[in-house]
């Protein structure tokens, strides 16, 4: 039994546990927690302002619902680390973002506390709400709690469930987690009143009279009676808008007083009527100076000193490729004045932040809601602009199609430029750019082109500038680049034509992407063998290069293609063209590297294209057996012990 001096957190292992505290403990809990969550990401890394906000949400939910029977839908996931403290997995909280440890998101193979997985923004409210009717239907009453943030509320996906929650009832609940605003002490009071009066069961039960009564009004007083009622609680609490959408609206609340939490989430929890809405207002990084201080709230940090918050970045030996973009994007919008930028939400991930600083007039940060930056980037390019819709390559996914409908179809020239191309290390699958070049490629009318290292991103910015014909898109990986010397501005490529690295005559590999500096080696290994090998940098998957193709497949007796990609992407199409132009009947051994079929789990990026089978060993490796060397089980296991 534990000491009347231990930890409160010592003692929980399970929301069960939780709940076995008073309601006067938990204030000492949540500080407990807020303490291990920073000492844990400071071993780590990871997303820490986000968690620390919600540190006494997450403890108060847990208290009051019935978790995991009710369930609990954490939006993105970035706050989720307290969730995962209070809920069996304390013990591997030090493990977070690493290979084999936890997933820095929610994740339903991991815990049953995990109900849905949730990487990308703007998902919970359909999800809680599917839950929520399936419940209904079972004639269950079990609830299912969203909690999203005000970011997350500039995605329409989130109003598009909000407009069909009322099918849920009282079996959903929605916690919108505001971090954007403060509440001064004298209305907090004011406000936790009105939220504590809003969700009692009597003030619903008497709104529903009101409603009963005011149908038997003549209409124009029914009418009268309604307006005024909405009024008074817009003037109130701002929530016409939810109520509109079927919601009962309660808040603005402090989301770190316990006293105004509690109450409040007790009388949601029974009510007979919903679904609703609770306003909770929160602070990024609170409870940790360095965090509060700091611009972005330590919204993702490397590992970091608890007593000082100092962060343990390495080094960089070469600028970012996110960097190396901004700069040239700039570069290029000094020259001319129609280029212009868009992001959704993300401004310093893609380096539109620094444009913006560069022209602050012609910078556009949309919030999370790709599909209006893709069709709002169309519009302008109908009108003689230039724009670059600088978005992550998973998170262009969520604008399929926009850019098949809005820009493809018309022949628009949007400019599509995709960071985190290839796996991307601790944020794991949910974040990689494996998909873009396959559902890009399938497209008519679309250039797409992959950088190898960032001189060649500097080429395709410009190039993209340039390209007037249609739209264009082009990847490029997280991370430093390899460290080359760059000049002020790229210097536009030719559209559809890759180029010659080194020449051989048994071997050629052409690849598409970063994986350039891994071909490279590869060949070195291969040539050390006796094995003359070509490497060519592909530069365009579409329109493909035929002539540096064909050349390849007919003067090399091994063809190797290698790409940061998923099937059906850049090895898919030689293979197409190889195969029509009857280039296999002369005996060529075409050989195609992508990503498996499998989401590879957070690790370092050399170990994650070590399990991809993407690095010069395993080119190597599949030269040799594509001419049937026997010693390749050899080669590979000798490889790795020296």
């Given at each position: 039994?534990s000491?009347?001096?231990t930890?409160?957190?010592d003692?929980?292992?399970y929301?069960?546990?939780?709940?076995?505290?008073?309601?006067?403990q938990?204030r000492?809990?949540?500080?407990?927690?807020r303490?291990e969550?920073i000492?844990?990401v400071?071993?780590?890394g990871?997303?820490?302002?986000?968690?620390?906000?919600?540190?006494?949400?997450?403890?108060?939910?847990?208290?009051?619902?019935?978790?995991p029977e009710?369930?609990?839908?954490?939006?993105v996931?970035?706050?989720?680390y307290?969730h995962?403290?209070?809920?069996?997995r304390?013990?591997?909280?030090?493990?977070?973002?690493?290979g084999?440890?936890?997933?820095?998101?929610t994740?339903?193979?991991?815990?049953?506390?995990d109900?849905?997985g949730?990487?990308?923004?703007?998902?919970?409210?359909?999800?809680a709400?599917g839950m929520a009717?399936?419940?209904?239907?079972?004639g269950?009453?079990r609830r299912?709690?969203?909690?999203?943030?005000?970011?997350?509320?500039s995605a329409?996906?989130?109003?598009?469930?909000?407009?069909?929650a009322e099918?849920?009832g009282n079996?959903?609940i929605?916690?919108?987690?505001d971090n954007?605003m403060?509440?001064?002490p004298?209305?907090?009071g004011?406000?936790?009143?009105?939220a504590?009066?809003?969700?009692?069961?009597?003030?619903l039960?008497?709104?529903?009279?009101?409603?009963v009564?005011a149908r038997?009004?003549?209409?124009?007083l029914a009418?009268?009676?309604?307006?005024a009622e909405e009024?008074?609680?817009g003037?109130a609490t701002?929530?016409?808008l939810?109520?509109e959408l079927g919601?009962?609206y309660?808040?603005?609340?402090d989301?770190?007083n316990?006293?105004?939490?509690l109450p409040?989430?007790?009388n949601?929890?029974d009510?007979?009527?919903?679904p609703?809405l609770i306003?909770?207002?929160?602070?990024?990084?609170?409870g940790?100076q360095?965090a509060?201080n700091s611009?972005?709230?330590?919204h993702?940090?490397?590992?970091?000193?608890?007593i000082?918050g100092k962060?343990?970045k390495?080094t960089?030996k070469?600028?970012?490729?996110?960097?190396?973009?901004a700069?040239?994007?700039i570069?290029?919008a000094?020259e001319?004045?129609?280029v212009?930028?868009i992001?959704g939400a993300?401004?310093?991930?893609?380096?539109v932040?620094?444009?913006?600083?560069?022209?602050?007039?012609r910078?556009f940060?949309v919030g999370?809601?790709?599909?209006?930056?893709?069709?709002?980037a169309a519009?302008?390019?109908t009108?003689?602009y230039r724009?670059f819709?600088a978005?992550?390559s998973?998170?262009?996914?969520?604008a399929?199609d926009q850019?098949?409908?809005?820009v493809?179809?018309?022949n628009l020239p949007?400019?599509?430029?995709?960071d985190?191309?290839?796996l991307v290390?601790a944020d794991?699958p949910?974040?990689?750019?494996s998909f873009?070049?396959?559902?890009?490629?399938?497209?008519p009318?679309?250039?797409?082109?992959a950088?190898a290292?960032?001189?060649?991103l500097?080429?395709?910015?410009?190039?993209?500038?340039?390209y007037n014909?249609?739209?264009?898109?082009?990847r490029?990986?997280r991370?430093?680049?390899?460290?080359?010397?760059?000049?002020?501005?790229?210097?536009p490529?030719e559209?559809?034509?890759?180029?010659i690295?080194?020449?051989?005559?048994?071997v050629a590999?052409?690849?598409f992407?970063?994986?350039?500096?891994?071909?490279?080696?590869?060949a070195?290994?291969l040539?050390?063998?006796?094995?003359?090998t070509?490497?060519a940098?592909?530069?365009?998957?579409k329109?493909?290069?035929?002539d540096?193709?064909?050349r390849?497949?007919?003067?090399?007796?091994?063809l190797?293609?290698i790409e940061?990609g998923?099937?059906?992407g850049?090895?898919?199409?030689v293979?197409?063209f190889?195969?029509?132009?009857?280039?296999?009947?002369d005996?060529?051994k075409?050989?195609?590297m992508?990503?498996?079929?499998t989401?590879?789990?957070?690790?370092?990026?050399?170990k994650?294209?070590?399990e991809?089978r993407l690095?010069a060993?395993h080119i190597?490796?599949?030269?040799?057996k594509?001419?049937?060397?026997?010693?390749?089980?050899?080669l590979?296991?000798n490889?790795?012990?020296?």
């Amino acid at each position: 039994m534990s000491s009347p001096d231990t930890p409160l957190l010592d003692r929980i292992t399970y929301p069960s546990d939780l709940r076995q505290l008073k309601p006067a403990q938990l204030r000492q809990l949540a500080d407990e927690l807020r303490l291990e969550m920073i000492d844990a990401v400071s071993v780590t890394g990871g997303h820490l302002g986000a968690g620390l906000g919600v540190v006494e949400l997450t403890t108060a939910i847990h208290y009051v619902f019935n978790t995991p029977e009710d369930k609990l839908i954490w939006d993105v996931g970035h706050q989720c680390y307290p969730h995962k403290i209070l809920t069996g997995r304390r013990d591997r909280i030090r493990t977070l973002r690493q290979g084999g440890g936890l997933s820095g998101f929610t994740k339903r193979a991991e815990s049953e506390y995990d109900p849905f997985g949730a990487a990308h923004s703007s998902t919970s409210i359909s999800a809680a709400l599917g839950m929520a009717v399936a419940n209904k239907l079972s004639g269950d009453t079990r609830r299912a709690i969203a909690v999203i943030g005000d970011g997350a509320m500039s995605a329409g996906m989130a109003y598009e469930a909000m407009n069909n929650a009322e099918q849920a009832g009282n079996r959903l609940i929605v916690i919108l987690n505001d971090n954007d605003m403060s509440i001064a002490p004298p209305v907090g009071g004011l406000s936790a009143y009105l939220a504590r009066l809003l969700s009692s069961n009597s003030y619903l039960s008497l709104r529903d009279i009101g409603k009963v009564v005011a149908r038997r009004l003549p209409s124009s007083l029914a009418k009268a009676a309604q307006r005024a009622e909405e009024y008074a609680r817009g003037l109130a609490t701002g929530g016409t808008l939810f109520e509109e959408l079927g919601f009962y609206y309660i808040g603005p609340i402090d989301g770190h007083n316990l006293d105004h939490l509690l109450p409040v989430l007790e009388n949601v929890r029974d009510a007979k009527e919903g679904p609703v809405l609770i306003h909770v207002v929160t602070q990024k990084g609170k409870g940790y100076q360095p965090a509060e201080n700091s611009a972005d709230k330590y919204h993702g940090v490397a590992k970091f000193d608890v007593i000082t918050g100092k962060q343990h970045k390495p080094t960089p030996k070469a600028p970012s490729y996110t960097k190396v973009f901004a700069n040239a994007l700039i570069a290029e919008a000094k020259e001319d004045e129609k280029v212009v930028a868009i992001t959704g939400a993300m401004p310093s991930g893609t380096g539109v932040d620094a444009f913006q600083k560069a022209f602050p007039d012609r910078a556009f940060d949309v919030g999370i809601a790709e599909q209006h930056a893709v069709t709002f980037a169309a519009g302008l390019a109908t009108q003689g602009y230039r724009p670059f819709c600088a978005i992550y390559s998973t998170f262009l996914q969520r604008a399929y199609d926009q850019v098949v409908h809005d820009v493809a179809i018309q022949n628009l020239p949007v400019r599509f430029a995709m960071d985190r191309a290839g796996l991307v290390g601790a944020d794991g699958p949910t974040h990689a750019g494996s998909f873009d070049v396959a559902y890009l490629c399938t497209l008519p009318n679309l250039v797409v082109m992959a950088a190898a290292d960032e001189l060649e991103l500097m080429h395709m910015t410009a190039t993209a500038v340039h390209y007037n014909d249609g739209p264009i898109a082009f990847r490029y990986p997280r991370g430093e680049g390899i460290g080359l010397d760059l000049p002020e501005r790229g210097t536009p490529l030719e559209i559809g034509k890759g180029r010659i690295i080194r020449e051989g005559s048994k071997v050629a590999i052409l690849s598409f992407g970063a994986r350039l500096q891994e071909a490279l080696k590869a060949a070195d290994d291969l040539d050390k063998r006796g094995l003359s090998t070509t490497v060519a940098d592909a530069r365009f998957a579409k329109p493909l290069d035929e002539d540096l193709v064909r050349r390849l497949a007919r003067d090399h007796e091994v063809l190797i293609t290698i790409e940061e990609g998923a099937s059906g992407g850049f090895g898919a199409y030689v293979l197409h063209f190889v195969s029509d132009e009857g280039l296999l009947d002369d005996g060529l051994k075409l050989r195609t590297m992508r990503l498996p079929d499998t989401f590879i789990d957070q690790d370092k990026p050399d170990k994650m294209y070590d399990e991809a089978r993407l690095n010069a060993v395993h080119i190597v490796e599949t030269a040799r057996k594509a001419l049937g060397h026997n010693d390749v089980q050899n080669l590979q296991t000798n490889e790795r012990g020296a």
